[in-house]
């Protein structure tokens, strides 16, 4: 393998890791788009929380939630600048690498344009040819000096081609550590903010936990809520199994439609659109600590969503609603059936939708409803069958 041939595969191989880093950069600069969205709804929530004057549990985990995506917007411009920080090395090694073989090929070149005008002139040429042996030699003689002169055009070329990928790459690294001292200033930034925001946090809790016995009735009665539920998707749960059974099947009873519906829900994990058009979890599925009462657990059988006064709750799914009923302290709810699946969304007013409807991928149900002028909050859960799900793992990121 020839010098050139050699150089051209180490100049390739440099422009696919960097090709490959920066598709990583590419992805990075898209979550934090993302981040900085949410942040960006998040302090909308925050202000409009603002204008009810009583410290409120929702408030703190909007605020919790901030913190959250602040802490995650660090991270992830820690990720720019480590990347960036391989672009300035690589692309400096690169720079380096390239000038040292652009010396080398013009003094290799330059050689080659001396010893040709010593020894192959036109007159010269025509003897080396007319002084083979064989017609064969003078034939390969022949051919060997259009190679040779090929190869010394093609190494003209090279080295203008390695000139201007210098050009390139020298204006690339001063554009990186631009960009890198503009993360570290934003980094910077936002690491104040978040310090503002942790003590603000601080103060908060403080605050709320003076407000024991009444997060202790709410408590109780959020689990009265959430029984009342539970016991309805029970009784849809029980119905259909029912059906299964006097036709000798186990499970829900499905047509053929509803079984393609729940296919097709299955097929979506990850994929399946919000409840809400823009919201933020605040509280997430399972078993976990209270925000404020101490050595308290909870428990959620879904997530809770924050979003804006007046939104809309929508199907995350095709299906038909099986239940639209009242839970006692704790406005409306609606139960769709997605096959297999439920989708479960309660805390609505102005409900659109009756038992028996066929609804549509984010047609709207209903108005979310508000609480103590700043909470207006989303309960929403999945069911498969008589199995509670994650909602996180399903909707769309």
Request: hydrophobic share 35%; net charge positive.
């Amino acid at each position: 393998m020839n010098k050139t041939v050699s150089f051209l595969i180490f100049i390739l191989m440099a422009l696919l890791t960097f090709t490959l880093n920066g598709q990583s950069l590419d992805e990075l600069r898209k979550k934090k788009e993302k981040t900085n969205e949410e942040i960006k709804y998040t302090n909308r929530l925050l202000e409009e929380a603002k204008k009810s004057e009583k410290q409120t549990l929702n408030k703190y985990k909007i605020l919790n939630k901030q913190i959250e995506l602040r802490t995650n917007l660090i991270t992830g411009i820690n990720s720019e600048v480590n990347v960036l920080g391989e672009f300035i090395d690589q692309n400096a090694w690169l720079v380096s690498s390239l000038n040292t073989d652009l010396e080398e090929l013009k003094k290799e070149y330059a050689n080659m344009i001396l010893f040709a005008q010593k020894n192959q002139t036109n007159y010269s040429k025509i003897l080396f040819i007319l002084s083979a042996n064989s017609f064969n030699q003078a034939y390969k003689r022949l051919m060997y000096l259009r190679q040779y002169t090929e190869y010394r055009k093609k190494q003209a070329e090279l080295i203008q081609w390695i000139r201007d990928l210098v050009q390139v790459k020298v204006k690339n690294l001063e554009r990186q550590k631009t960009e890198k001292e503009t993360l570290l200033q934003s980094k910077k930034k936002e690491a104040d903010q978040l310090n503002v925001e942790k003590k603000q946090q601080g103060q908060n809790l403080t605050k709320l936990q003076r407000q024991q016995k009444e997060f202790e009735k709410k408590l109780r009665e959020q689990q009265r809520i959430e029984a009342q539920l539970s016991r309805e998707i029970q009784r849809i749960i029980d119905e259909e199994v029912n059906k299964a059974k006097q036709s000798g099947k186990a499970g829900f009873e499905m047509t053929p439609e509803q079984k393609l519906v729940s296919g097709q829900f299955e097929q979506n994990k990850r994929r399946i659109p919000w409840p809400v058009e823009r919201g933020v979890i605040t509280d997430h599925f399972g078993i976990h600590d209270h925000p404020v009462l101490k050595n308290i657990q909870v428990k959620n059988n879904g997530v809770d969503i924050s979003t804006a006064q007046g939104a809309m709750a929508r199907s995350v799914f095709a299906g038909e609603v099986s239940r639209v009923f009242v839970v006692t302290g704790g406005n409306m709810a609606v139960i769709i059936r997605h096959g297999k699946y439920l989708s479960v969304y309660s805390n609505l007013v102005n409900v659109l939708v009756k038992s028996g409807d066929k609804v549509n991928v984010k047609q709207p149900i209903g108005t979310i409803g508000t609480e103590d002028g700043d909470k207006t909050v989303l309960k929403f859960q999945i069911w498969k069958e008589n199995v509670k799900l994650n909602p996180e793992e399903w909707i769309a990121k």
